[in-house]
């Protein structure tokens, strides 16, 4: 049987677990309303990083929204496809065809191949069309170099009152330099009268010999 000795350290070693239990949950209970009391000030505490971060706010989405209204203008404006105009040179039909095959698939695969076909004279067409016949004459081995190619230059060779005819030399792809003879007419009649469009370009010779 428990003396009394015994029974009092007991009942002392009890109470001080009681005390502990009892110090813990005040505590806690401490720590949680200092917590409750200060979130609203960290809450309202903004960094001058942060703060200078949220007032560029809306300067940001605007440029960002000004570069992606860039990017669809001039994907548009390249989507365009240039049809006849009697308004273009004879100079401008060429270069904006060699242009074209210089970047054959922008911004669509064969979109060069198509705006090339755009400006050909119609007596051109005839022989040479429709557009999927047109696109396999270009990639036969004597047009395929005009694809992609690295640059052009365009020399007016002569010219007469119903054509005129070019020399435009090629920089390939494989730095080989070749040249063409590219010819251009009016159109005598129609919806596209007037308009200087693509009649022949001959097959290329070397770039060291003479057309």
Avoid: C
Wanted: proline share 7%; net charge neutral.
């Amino acid at each position: 049987m428990m003396n009394d000795l015994m029974r009092n350290q007991v009942r002392g070693f009890t109470n001080r677990i009681n005390i502990t239990r009892q110090d813990r949950a005040e505590t806690k209970l401490g720590l949680a309303g200092l917590k409750i009391d200060l979130e609203p000030d960290a809450l309202n505490t903004v960094s001058p990083l942060a703060m200078e971060l949220k007032m560029r706010r809306p300067v940001i989405s605007q440029i960002v929204l000004s570069a992606w209204l860039l990017i669809v203008l001039v994907t548009s404006a390249l989507a365009q496809q240039v049809g006849p105009d009697p308004a273009l040179a004879p100079e401008d039909v060429v270069s904006i065809q060699l242009t074209a095959l210089q970047n054959n698939d922008n911004p669509s695969p064969n979109a060069g191949i198509a705006q090339t076909f755009a400006l050909a004279h119609p007596d051109n067409k005839r022989m040479t069309g429709p557009l999927a016949r047109f696109e396999l004459m270009i990639r036969s081995p004597a047009y395929r170099p005009l694809l992609d190619h690295r640059s052009h230059q365009i020399e007016r060779l002569e010219s007469g009152e119903a054509y005129v005819r070019f020399k435009v030399t090629v920089e390939t792809q494989a730095g080989k330099a070749l040249q063409y003879l590219w010819e251009v007419r009016p159109v005598a009649s129609g919806e596209d009268e007037g308009a200087w469009l693509r009649t022949n370009v001959s097959a290329p010779v070397d770039g060291g010999q003479a057309l």
